[in-house]
């Protein structure tokens, strides 16, 4: 059997290691692959006894997403692994009553006190009114109220925007990403870039008003804990600090790769999704 990096393979003797995908060419006869529920495994080409797997039979979300290049960690926890521990630490699944305390209601919090404060007609009158001060004063309080944004990314925004040509920056490029008519990567790309020229170019601000108020569409980033649920499923994150739609884009795929994994717990909107990202970052090595 000719193999060669990203093939889709089966190990009849292994039913319950699921579908694997080929990581590199073939080499001194063995081959490394990474299978969907086992991780990855270097196989002998002369005694490992794999099946080829082609079409839609091939295709499979999670490991769409496995990223080839990455080493291979111990504790590489696949999606039915990575359901069962959430139910063992939440039994009733995203609607058990430690999830919603812990994970799911904190962001309601955060999302009510944002529709109370950045309210459209709020917010766009106080741009035409040039009350530029008062948008940010608001903004300010929404995420002094939320764990989403960082400490130190909540002082640099807090230091830019005591000076006020960065305030006026600062409220129409708010108002435009929450209620702007651009498509979306339009939308990240100008108030990233505002954020970048105000010296406050950080994802936890990049991300998390966004998230707060359409938690159907966005997921916010928080770089440390991100990495580490996706490092833990092996994703394709491809993180860069710098604030790049591709970067953002590649955590959307990452919530939808994990909406489709927890499925059977019917996830809401990407404030459970967020929750689950928490919660694989939060397993002990």
């Keep these: 059997m000719e193999l060669h990096r990203d093939d889709r393979v089966r190990m009849p003797a292994k039913?319950?290691?699921?579908?694997?995908?080929?990581?590199?060419?073939?080499?001194?006869?063995?081959?490394?692959?990474?299978?969907?529920?086992?991780?990855?495994k270097v196989l002998s080409l002369k005694h490992a006894q794999m099946e080829p797997v082609e079409g839609d039979a091939a295709r499979d979300i999670w490991l769409d997403?496995?990223?080839?290049?990455?080493?291979?960690?111990?504790?590489?926890?696949?999606?039915?692994?990575?359901?069962?521990?959430?139910?063992?630490?939440?039994p009733g699944g995203l609607r058990d009553a430690r999830f919603l305390s812990?994970?799911?209601?904190?962001?309601?919090?955060?999302?009510?006190?944002?529709?109370?404060?950045?309210?459209?007609?709020?917010?766009?009158?106080?741009?035409?009114?040039?009350?530029?001060?008062?948008?940010?004063?608001?903004?300010?309080?929404?995420?002094?109220?939320?764990?989403?944004?960082?400490?130190?990314?909540?002082?640099?925004?807090?230091?830019?925007?005591?000076?006020?040509?960065?305030?006026?920056?600062?409220?129409?490029a708010l108002g435009d990403l929450l209620y702007g008519t651009e498509e979306p990567d339009i939308r990240f790309k100008q108030f990233a870039a505002?954020?970048?020229?105000?010296?406050?170019?950080?994802?936890?601000?990049?991300?998390?008003y966004s998230f707060l108020r359409y938690p159907e569409e966005h997921m916010v980033m928080r770089p440390a804990v991100t990495q580490q649920a996706a490092a833990r499923c092996r994703?394709?994150?491809?993180?860069?600090?710098?604030?790049?739609r591709r970067t953002y884009g590649r955590l959307l795929a990452f919530a939808r790769v994990l909406r489709d994994a927890m499925g059977s717990l019917a996830p809401a909107d990407h404030f459970d999704v967020q929750g689950i990202v928490g919660f694989l970052a939060d397993i002990p090595s």
């Design 235 to 244: 994703f394709q994150l491809d993180y860069r600090p710098e604030l790049d």
């Design 194 to 208: 505002m954020l970048a020229a105000i010296g406050a170019a950080k994802w936890t601000l990049a991300t998390s």
């Design 65 to 90: 997403n496995v990223d080839l290049d990455s080493k291979s960690t111990p504790h590489y926890l696949g999606p039915r692994e990575a359901l069962s521990s959430f139910l063992v630490k939440y």
């Design 102 to 172: 812990e994970q799911r209601q904190p962001l309601e919090n955060s999302r009510a006190l944002l529709l109370e404060l950045l309210d459209r007609d709020d917010v766009q009158g106080f741009v035409q009114a040039e009350k530029h001060g008062e948008v940010c004063d608001r903004a300010m309080r929404v995420i002094s109220k939320t764990n989403l944004v960082l400490p130190s990314d909540r002082i640099a925004l807090s230091r830019a925007l005591k000076v006020e040509e960065n305030r006026v920056r600062f409220a129409p």
């Design 15 to 40: 039913p319950e290691w699921g579908l694997g995908r080929v990581l590199q060419e073939p080499a001194a006869g063995k081959v490394s692959v990474h299978f969907l529920e086992a991780g990855e």
